[in-house]
């Protein structure tokens, strides 16, 4: 006998006489489908009433507005189940009364309708870039979503972090370029992703990191180019509409309210391809902006709650986008809580990568906390154990906290000091040899000391902030003329150098630095002890022309030309041998920090420094050339049995002698010498024996990789 | 939505027109549960249906199982290039067996 619930039928109705209601459940907050029903929730600190405003599917006007009867209210929380909705045409949103007090920090506005929350499929921007209806009274709407989907076996994957390669990739970028070779109407979504993921197994990489994908709206700042007379949008989408929803326009069936399943089946199937799918979540602002920005949701919810505000009601920006999430308030790290768990449960995201994320540590007046309790309660939470939190350390509000990120043992950064030194190092910079050394190793001058593992530092050279690595080989200076913002954008610290030439040329001899010089950048960002980051586009040798804060272009700026791939394949080649060579040698991705010792008996320490001449590394000031020797005995503290591995770099501008270590009963085999133009790397296993055991003479600006066997 | 059922042999096609959304679902399933049978075979063909709303697809999928838990073979043919890539994109094309034509559909299932 299938027993049914005793409080499924309704015992109200609605003023205007429509609608069956009953109380509804706290739990879960948002909207809910229920036997018969659906039940909506949610909260406010500060509001005195609330009122459910039900729309039929893109209607201008609302069928119904129902208050929540305070009877059903449990303490600040506005729960009611309304029955017979027809769930799949619906579209509901709140109106909040209470206070309108700028100095207190309340907004309560009774006109305006606003976005749930806890909203799981939001429409309004179906089709990216369709022109919205400005007159539309509620732009970003709330939908009723099915929770179920079929994983079968799937879970996160848990690869662990240390031997992971990402790929930090934008949706729209990877497939929208005629290039790619994708079906119409699947080109810039997820469902394009889904098409390559062969090319991803082809590449290497198993972990993909995809720029903010919740849902956002690129008509946020949009305005005409100066140059081109192009639209310019919010493109690369740092600025959330909604937590809980994927972006419809990403998805190929968007337009038919089918993202859900769609995001869930593309994690289903890089899952199945062994690939992990990292979020860059973005809870230091919203879309709301500051005091003359829109209000969607939270501002006409709870102003006071969830924005940092100042004493006098004005919106602190430690984000540098208007607004400051009040993350430590109790409220709002629930919620932010919520939204992580929600995404690590139901959609088997294996990671979060925290955009800005100092400023989850500051407290509601914008203080850096010694302990803030988001990123505590983050670090300790029993869904999220095995995601990968990955922080950028820092805001725009003048915190910069690589090495000091209150980690708890589990947090991860982006270190923005591996790819400062890297890119100097790489140029030709003196007096980078010593930090390069650390930086080598995993950091643990930043790390070690507080216990923390090498794959604390995520290591990149270049991301979507910033010069893509062909443009870091090809410009001095950034050129964002066509961002509309006279060239004030974008860093002016790009550590970059052109190789001669500013942009595109001819010259046969620049072209080929330049290509080694990526070859450099890759070989050594993937020996490194961490976790290396790898920019979409960057295998390919992908150019934004010198533009290094792309944001809001919508075009081949940012679109990922595949026909790159058959332009460069020297390049792309290079990637996949020495990503490959990455996944083959597990000495380059020890667990713990090494011990500049012997400790497992093989009369080499675990890695052994060098320069020009063998067991004597150069660290004056001038240097600019770096060896070193892992031993393949260490690998892994001594777990696995690995190659020793030789690696020496070479960024002065002439050729220089490396006398090699002599490892007894070992030969020397090249995997990869940049400086050898027809053949920068083999295959790994199939290394060539080098000619002279003592030593060989590495050309200028080389990387050179050696294995034992 | 309308149904029309035939026979050819011991194959019962059922001819679906009009979408499959929430409203419509239950009565398809209603109907297409009631013809399946231990060791039946069911053909339905989608020609005509132009749209599967979310909804749509879950009792598709639903009333699938639910045959094959009661033996009875079903297959899919007519669906459109629209709805097939809906059903692709969204993971739920690979729980059915989809044919291209009735004849191939009634080959499948008399395999």
């Known amino acids: 006998m299938n027993l049914q619930r005793i409080d499924i039928h309704p015992t109200d109705t609605s003023p205007d006489g429509k609608y069956l209601l009953r109380r509804g459940h706290p739990l879960p907050f948002g909207a809910t489908i229920e036997p018969g029903g659906v039940n909506f929730s949610v909260y406010s600190s500060y509001c005195t009433s609330c009122t459910l405003v039900l729309f039929e599917k893109r209607a201008a006007e609302p069928i119904a507005e129902i208050p929540f009867p305070d009877a059903y209210r449990i303490g600040n929380t506005y729960s009611m189940i309304v029955f017979g909705l027809d769930y799949e045409n619906i579209e509901y949103g709140y109106r909040m009364d209470g206070p309108n007090d700028f100095q207190q920090g309340h907004w309560f506005d009774q006109s305006k309708v606003l976005l749930d929350p806890y909203a799981r499929i939001i429409s309004g921007r179906d089709t990216w870039g369709k022109q919205p209806n400005w007159d539309d009274i509620y732009q970003h709407r709330s939908r009723l979503s099915f929770d179920d989907f079929d994983w079968e076996e799937d879970r996160p994957l848990e690869i662990p972090h240390e031997d992971c390669i990402i790929y930090e990739m934008h949706v729209r970028s990877f497939t929208k370029h005629e290039s790619s070779g994708i079906k119409e109407n699947w080109k810039g979504t997820f469902a394009g992703i889904r098409e390559k993921i062969p090319y991803l197994k082809e590449l290497g990489v198993n972990s993909v990191e995809l720029m903010p994908i919740y849902e956002f709206d690129e008509f946020e700042n949009s305005r005409t180019s100066p140059i081109t007379g192009e639209t310019l949008y919010n493109y690369w989408g740092y600025s959330t509409v909604g937590f809980f929803a994927p972006k419809a326009g990403y998805a190929a069936t968007g337009k038919l309210g089918m993202q859900v399943d769609e995001v869930k089946n593309l994690v289903k199937e890089l899952h199945k391809h062994g690939i992990e799918v990292i979020l860059d979540v973005v809870f230091n602002h919203t879309a709301e902006g500051n005091e003359h920005g829109p209000t969607i949701s939270f501002r006409g919810l709870d102003n006071k709650t969830y924005y940092m505000l100042t004493p006098e009601g004005y919106f602190f920006n430690f984000s540098g986008c208007g607004n400051t999430l009040n993350c430590n308030n109790p409220v709002v790290r629930n919620m932010v809580l919520d939204c992580l768990r929600y995404w690590a449960s139901e959609y088997h995201i294996d990671g979060f990568r925290f955009d800005l994320a100092s400023i989850l540590g500051r407290d509601p007046l914008g203080y850096p906390l010694a302990n803030p309790p988001l990123l505590e309660q983050l670090a300790f939470d029993p869904i999220l154990a095995r995601c990968k939190l990955i922080a950028e350390a820092w805001d725009a509000g003048g915190l910069y906290q690589v090495g000091s990120f209150p980690a708890y043992g589990r947090w991860a950064e982006w270190n923005g000091k591996y790819r400062d030194c890297m890119r100097k190092f790489i140029k030709g910079d003196r007096g980078t040899a010593g930090e390069m050394a650390q930086r080598l190793q995993g950091s643990p001058d930043l790390y070690a000391s507080s216990g923390r593992a090498p794959a604390t530092s995520i290591n990149f050279i270049t991301a979507h902030d910033g010069f893509t690595l062909m443009d870091m080989v090809s410009y001095d200076q950034k050129h964002n003329q066509a961002n509309g913002e006279n060239g004030n954008d974008g860093s002016d610290d790009n550590d970059s150098w052109n190789c001669g030439w500013e942009g595109e040329t001819d010259d046969w001899g620049i072209n080929a630095l330049r290509h080694r010089q990526i070859k450099n950048a890759i070989a050594l960002l993937l020996v490194s002890q961490g976790v290396p980051m790898i920019l979409m586009g960057d295998e390919m040798g992908r150019t934004q022309y010198g533009n290094n804060n792309t944001y809001c272009h919508d075009n081949d700026l940012n679109w990922l030309d595949w026909n790159l791939k058959e332009k460069n394949p020297d390049i792309f080649n290079f990637v996949k041998q020495v990503i490959a060579f990455r996944h083959a040698h597990p000495v380059l991705r020890n667990h713990s920090h090494f011990r500049n010792c012997d400790y497992v008996g093989s009369g080499y320490a675990d890695i052994s420094w060098h320069g020009t001449k063998a067991w004597n590394a150069d660290w004056s000031e001038d240097n600019q050339v770096l060896a070193f020797m892992l031993c393949g005995k260490h690998a892994k503290e001594g777990t696995v049995q690995d190659n020793y591995i030789y690696i020496a770099v070479n960024m002065h501008w002439d050729a220089l002698w490396f006398e090699l270590p002599n490892v007894s009963g070992l030969n020397w085999h090249v995997f990869a010498n940049t400086g050898n133009g027809a053949n920068p790397c083999f295959t790994p296993g199939a290394e060539p024996k080098l000619e002279n055991q003592q030593g060989i003479l590495l050309g200028d600006r080389s990387v050179l990789i050696l294995v034992g066997k | ?111």
């Open chain 2, 1 to 111: 939505m309308e149904i029309a059922t035939k026979t050819v042999g011991e194959i019962t096609i059922v001819e679906l027109s009009g979408d499959i959304d929430a409203n419509t679902a239950p009565k398809v399933q209603e109907l297409v549960l009631s013809l399946a049978q231990s060791g039946s075979k069911l053909l339905l063909n989608m020609t005509e249906v132009p749209y599967m709303s979310s909804a749509g697809l879950r009792s598709l999928l639903a009333l699938y199982r639910q045959a094959t838990i009661k033996q009875c073979k079903l297959v899919l043919i007519g669906l459109s290039p629209e709805i097939q890539d809906t059903m692709s994109v969204t993971g739920f094309l690979q729980f059915f067996t989809v044919m291209d034509s009735e004849d191939q559909g009634i080959a499948a299932l008399n395999n």
